[in-house]
Nanobody, 122 residues
Framework: QVQLVESGGGLVQAGDSLTLACTAS????????MGWFRQAPGKEREFVAT????????YYSDAAEGRFTITRDNAKSTGSLQMNSLKPEDTATYYC???????????????WGQGTQVTVSS
C-alpha cells in the first residue's frame, strides 16, 4: 500500500507558475512510476504527466508538454509537478498517482492521492 498526499495547490493568475508536491508513504515508492492526473468540473479525469520509477523517463500530455515538468526524489519519497505559464483551462483538481507506465505512455494507476485544487484566473 502506498499513501499519497498532495500539496501546493491554490489560486493563481494566468501566466503564473505553481509547483505541486506529492509525499508518499508506505510501500517502497521507488518501485513505482509516479504521475499526475487532473479533473476539471464537469469533465473526465485526464492524464497530465508521469515519470518512471528511476526518474529517467518522463511523458506528458499534449496540454502539459513544454509547460509542466515532473520530477521525483526517491530518497525523500517525494515528487513534484512544476507548472509554468498557467492558463484558465488548467483549473482542476490535481491528483498524485503511483503505478506503472502504460504502452501508450500514460499511466496504469495503482494508488491515488486525494487531490489538490488549482484555480487559474484570467
Amino acid at each position: 500500500q502506498v499513501q499519497l498526499v498532495e500539496s501546493g495547490g491554490g489560486l493563481v493568475q494566468a501566466g503564473d507558475s505553481l509547483t505541486l508536491a506529492c509525499t508518499a508513504s508506505g510501500r517502497a515508492f521507488s518501485h513505482y512510476a509516479m504521475g499526475w492526473f487532473r479533473q476539471a468540473p464537469g469533465k473526465e479525469r485526464e492524464f497530465v504527466a508521469t515519470i518512471s520509477n528511476t526518474g529517467q523517463t518522463t511523458y506528458y500530455s499534449d496540454a502539459a508538454e513544454g509547460r509542466f515538468t515532473i520530477t521525483r526524489d526517491n530518497a525523500k519519497s517525494t515528487g513534484s509537478l512544476q507548472m509554468n505559464s498557467l492558463k484558465p483551462e488548467d483549473t482542476a483538481t490535481y491528483y498524485c498517482t503511483a503505478g506503472g507506465i502504460s504502452t501508450t505512455h500514460t499511466m496504469i494507476v495503482d494508488y491515488w492521492g486525494q487531490g489538490t485544487q488549482v484555480t487559474v484566473s484570467s
